[in-house]
Every structure is written in structure tokens, then in C-alpha cells.
């Protein structure tokens, strides 16, 4: 059968080969998928020795997305954007590193919570990896206006720079947390700061009734972030989704057949 992983350190709480076991099994797809706890300066020997023992592909997950960019022999448009991988396909034209984590992010708001992102404001709380990834894939639903806010506004802008050359010119604007205007239509978190039971520092006033509220972090509770905007009278939302979505994009890339994600995201979501 097709091998495939997932390579991240620490990977224990994984959930990639529940949710990959369910499309294989969903679409008749004969393969395995695995955790591989890579280590922290032996990533590219892992993903060696993973295709010499048959591999065909594997996501990447925290912390090795940076480095899975130099290990791939090409790059999708969208991870060229992202400067990020998550996913990498074992092809005869050697390995090919993709980004579906903004496919997979665009596609839960889209599609799982009814939200359109054409002609809406949006923002973006953060400018690391997770907020790079979802930049292009937001563009390409045409937003009226896309915010991005940074601790650092430096960083928000270099991203505004780069993007202005991708169909965000006059679209993408940077600014810092409390600087953030106005109400806006959807609201990501793309920040690691409920991780730290933390909160992006932006108004309240950003919030308004009906806005969506997505915290791109999942866990059995609410987070701090979803917590604060379900009080301002947001819709709120948190990463399970985008996982689930961003997962079945990666099966695609590899198995060319898109499964089917409401019924696994419903499972997940109300299992006891």
C-alpha cells in the first residue's frame, strides 16, 4: 500500500491519520498514513529515509514547514507565496513542496460556515507563517479590503509589499493591533497567542453582530481570543475545520479525488 506521514516534533496529539484514514477509507483509497516525530536537526534525513522506505507523500507540520521549503525541488505558486510547505509530494519530477493550509483556511469560512469573502473586509491578526499562508488564497476570493495586523507593523507591511505584486495592490493594508478600524466582516486569528491562553491586543470595536471571529487554534474549549469576540457579539469559529479542509486538499495533491468533509467534521466536533 502508498505510504504517507506527517512530520512534526512533538506529533503525538496529531490527528492527520484519523482524518486521513477516513478519506482513504471514504474514496476506496488503499494506503497508511503515520506520525513520524522527526528530530529537530535531522527533518531533511527523515523525509530521506521516509521516501527510500516508499513514501509517496507527507504534511509537515510545526516546526519544520520553514525547512520542508528547502528540501522541495519545486514549489507550488501558492507555497512560493506562503514561503511555507506543509505538504510534499514524492514525484517522478523529484519532490514538489505545496501550501494547503490558506486552500484549507478559505474553504471553512466559504463552505463550512456559509461566510463569502468577496466584497467584505477582512482581517488578519499576525504576519508569521500561518498568516503568510492564507494571504494568496484570501486575495483570490477578491475581499474588499484585507487588513493585516502585527505587534510589529514592519513585518505586516513587508508582507503588504509582497502580495501588492499578487493582486493585493490597493487591497492589503498593514497596521499594528490597537491601530486595527472600524468593524470588519471577518476576523482570523493567524497568532500563536492562544497557545499561551493569550490575546491579540485589538479593540473590541473590531467585532460587530454577524462578523465571523476564526481562531486558526483548536481545542476542546473555546479559546481566549473566541471567548472575547462571542462577548462583542461575533460568530466565532475555531481551526478544527481548517484542519479538516486544509487536510483534504493535501489528499488531493496526492490522490487526484477530493473527499468529502462535512460528515468527518461533524464527527470530530461532537465526539464525547
Known sequence: MDRYCVFGNPIAHSKSPEIHAA??????????????????????????????????????????????????????????????????????????????????????????????????????????????????????????????????????????????????????SACGFADAQGVFDIVINATSASLNADLPPVPASVFGPGTLALDMMYAKEPTIFMQFAENHGALVRDGLGMLVEQAAEAFAVWRGVHPQTAELLHAMRHRP
Do not use: M, W
Open 23 to 172: 478519506f482513504a477509507a471514504q474514496t476506496g483509497q488503499q494506503l497508511t498514513y503515520e506520525k513520524i516525530l522527526a528530530p529537530l536537526d535531522g527533518f531533511a534525513a527523515a523525509v530521506q529515509d521516509f521516501i527510500a522506505a516508499g513514501g509517496k507523500g507527507a504534511n509537515v507540520t510545526v516546526p519544520f514547514k520553514l525547512e520542508a521549503c528547502k528540501v522541495a525541488q519545486a514549489l507550488t505558486v501558492r507555497a512560493q507565496a506562503a514561503g511555507a510547505v506543509n505538504t510534499l509530494h514524492f514525484s517522478e519530477q523529484g519532490i514538489i513542496g505545496d501550501n494547503t493550509d490558506g486552500a484549507g483556511l478559505v474553504a471553512d469560512i466559504v463552505a463550512n460556515a456559509g461566510v463569502a469573502i468577496t466584497g467584505k473586509r477582512v482581517l488578519l491578526l499576525g504576519a508569521g507563517g500561518a498568516a503568510r499562508g492564507v494571504v494568496l488564497p484570501i486575495l483570490e476570493h477578491r475581499p474588499a479590503q484585507l487588513v493585516i495586523a502585527n505587534r510589529t507593523v514592519a513585518t505586516a507591511q513587508a508582507l503588504v509589499e509582497q502580495f501588492a505584486a499578487l493582486g493585493g495592490a490597493g487591497v492589503v
